[in-house]
């Protein structure tokens, strides 16, 4: 398998990633969805203790990626299409921050 850096496009890192998940087998969306909250699980524990801008950080923020990238490609999910959904339906949101958490106004 070929090596990826980050200065390929998105859409080819994704596809590189959704391939190597279909070679493994990855095929049932209930376990890796269970992945992908192991992973979650691991960067709140690298934030919790505080450890920002650690490799570990890094690797997890990592490993998140590629277990949703997984997850999409096994529910047939363009996870690039559905991030470009999300950001035209927040881009023009109108709201404030409260306590760090961003907070809608009501439409």
């Given at each position: 398998m070929n090596i990826i850096n980050p200065s390929q496009s998105s859409d080819e890192l994704f596809q590189a990633v959704a391939l190597w998940g279909r070679d493994k087998g990855l095929n049932d969306p209930v376990m890796q969805f269970a992945k992908v909250n192991e992973e979650i699980g691991e960067l709140a524990h690298e934030?919790?203790?505080?450890?920002?801008?650690?490799?570990?950080?890094?690797?997890?923020?990592?490993?998140?990626?590629?277990?949703?990238?997984?997850?999409?490609?096994?529910?047939?999910?363009?996870?690039?299409?559905?991030?470009a959904e999300a950001y035209n339906t927040i881009k023009d949101r109108k709201g404030k921050t409260v306590n760090g958490s961003f907070i809608k106004e009501n439409e």
């Amino acid at each position: 398998m070929n090596i990826i850096n980050p200065s390929q496009s998105s859409d080819e890192l994704f596809q590189a990633v959704a391939l190597w998940g279909r070679d493994k087998g990855l095929n049932d969306p209930v376990m890796q969805f269970a992945k992908v909250n192991e992973e979650i699980g691991e960067l709140a524990h690298e934030l919790v203790r505080g450890r920002i801008g650690s490799s570990e950080m890094e690797d997890a923020f990592g490993d998140i990626l590629v277990t949703l990238i997984i997850l999409a490609d096994i529910l047939n999910y363009d996870l690039l299409s559905c991030l470009a959904e999300a950001y035209n339906t927040i881009k023009d949101r109108k709201g404030k921050t409260v306590n760090g958490s961003f907070i809608k106004e009501n439409e």
